[in-house]
C-alpha cells in the first residue's frame, strides 16, 4: 500500500504546466528535424537526400550500412554517376552506376542503363518487366559523397523494430520522469 | 548537473560532433592534391560487326588501355573506379555512351597499368548508324573516398572509326 500511495502521490505532483512545458519542447525538437529534413530536400532537389546502402552490389566502394548523400540538378545523365532510382512497382531505392546513355536530340530526354560495380550482369534483371531502359524520371538523384558506417542505425531499426520500439519507449519515459 | 545522464548525454554530442568535423576536413583536404593522370588508347582490332536480328548493330573490339592514374590518390582514397566509354552522335541521338571496359583500382600500385583486352560491355546502338561512324574513346575515373565528396573527370580521345561496312 506505501509503495502505491507513493506512486500515486508522484504522479499527482507532476504539475499540469510542467507536462504542457515539456511537451512543447518535444515538440519542438521534432519540428526543428522535420524542418531540416524538409530543406535538405529542397536544396539537393531530391525526394530523398540521404539514402542507406542495403545491398553488396556497389562492393567495394559502397558496403551495406554506408549512408549516401545525393543531389539532383538539371544537369545530364552522363556515364559513370552513380544514381538512386527508384523501379515501378517497387519501393526500395536503388544505387547502381550509369553505363550507358542515349540522349535524344531534341527533346533531352534520355535512356539510360546502370549495373552494379559488383554485379556481372547490368540491371535489365532489375527493372520492371518489358523495361530496357530508365529514364529521367525514375531517378532520384546522383550520389555527391558518402559517409561509412552511419547507416546501421537505420538497418538495425528496420530489421528488428523490436529495438525501435525499446528506443522510443525509453526515451518516453526518460522525457516522463525527467524533472526538468 | 554532473548525474551520468549528463555527462554521458555531453560526451556523446561531442564526440559526434567532432567525428564529423574530421570528416569535413578529410574531404575538404582532397581538393588540395595536384593531380595529373594519363592514358592512351589504341584498337587492336574490330573482331566483329554486325546487326544484331532485332535491328540494333553491334560491335565487338580489343582494345589496347595503357594509362597512370598514380596522382589521383590521396590519403583519403579508398579507390578508384575507371571505365573506358564509346562517344558518338547519331541522327537521332545527340549523344550516346556506351561503356566498354572499367576496372576498380583498389590503390597506388595498381594505378599504373597496361592491359589488352576485348570490350566487356557489349557495344550496341539504338538503331543502325554505325557503319562508318566516327566516335571518340574517353577514359573516366571516379575517386570515391574513405569519406566525403567524390569526385570525377576523364581523358577524350577523338578520332576513332569504324569501318564502313558489316563485317
Known amino acids: ?180 | 548537473m554532473h548525474s551520468f545522464g549528463y555527462r554521458a548525454n555531453a560526451l556523446l554530442t561531442f564526440s559526434v560532433t567532432a567525428l564529423a568535423f574530421i570528416c569535413a576536413i578529410a574531404s575538404l583536404s582532397d581538393n588540395f592534391s595536384n593531380q595529373n593522370p594519363s592514358a592512351e588508347i589504341q584498337i587492336l582490332n574490330i573482331n566483329r560487326f554486325k546487326k544484331q536480328s532485332y535491328e540494333n548493330d553491334e560491335v565487338s573490339l580489343t582494345l589496347d588501355i595503357s594509362a597512370d592514374l598514380e596522382s589521383l590518390f590521396t590519403w583519403n582514397t579508398k579507390q578508384v573506379f575507371a571505365f573506358v566509354a564509346a562517344e558518338y552522335e547519331t541522327p537521332k541521338n545527340s549523344l550516346n555512351q556506351v561503356s566498354l571496359w572499367d576496372a576498380i583500382i583498389p590503390d597506388k600500385e595498381h594505378a599504373k597499368f597496361r592491359i589488352q583486352t576485348s570490350n566487356k560491355y557489349r557495344f550496341i546502338d539504338q538503331g543502325h548508324n554505325l557503319r562508318g561512324k566516327e566516335f571518340n574513346l574517353t577514359l573516366h575515373w571516379h575517386v570515391m573516398p574513405k569519406t566525403g565528396k567524390m569526385f570525377a573527370d576523364k581523358i577524350v580521345m577523338p578520332g576513332y572509326s569504324l569501318p564502313d561496312a558489316y563485317k
Open chain 1, 1 to 180: 500500500m506505501g509503495l502505491v500511495g507513493e506512486t500515486v502521490d508522484s504522479i499527482k505532483s507532476i504539475q499540469i504546466r510542467q507536462l504542457l512545458t515539456q511537451a512543447i519542447s518535444l515538440g519542438m525538437i521534432v519540428t526543428s528535424a522535420l524542418i531540416i529534413w524538409k530543406a535538405l530536400i529542397c536544396v539537393t532537389g531530391s525526394d530523398s537526400p540521404v539514402v542507406v546502402v542495403l545491398s553488396e552490389s556497389m562492393e567495394p566502394g559502397f558496403q551495406r550500412g554506408d549512408i549516401l548523400f545525393l543531389h539532383m540538378s538539371k544537369d545530364p545523365i552522363r556515364a559513370g554517376e552513380i544514381v538512386v532510382f527508384n523501379i515501378d512497382g517497387r519501393d526500395i531505392p536503388i544505387v547502381h552506376r550509369v553505363i550507358m546513355v542515349h540522349e535524344r536530340e531534341n527533346t533531352g530526354e534520355v535512356d539510360v542503363l546502370t549495373k552494379g560495380d559488383n554485379n556481372p550482369e547490368d540491371d535489365r534483371l532489375l527493372y520492371a518487366k518489358g523495361q530496357l531502359w530508365l529514364n529521367r524520371h525514375h531517378i532520384m538523384g546522383r550520389a555527391v559523397g558518402f559517409l561509412s558506417y552511419v547507416g546501421w542505425v537505420t538497418i538495425i531499426m528496420t530489421e528488428k523494430p523490436i529495438i525501435k520500439y525499446i528506443l522510443i519507449g525509453t526515451l518516453g519515459l526518460l522525457v516522463i520522469s525527467s524533472k526538468d
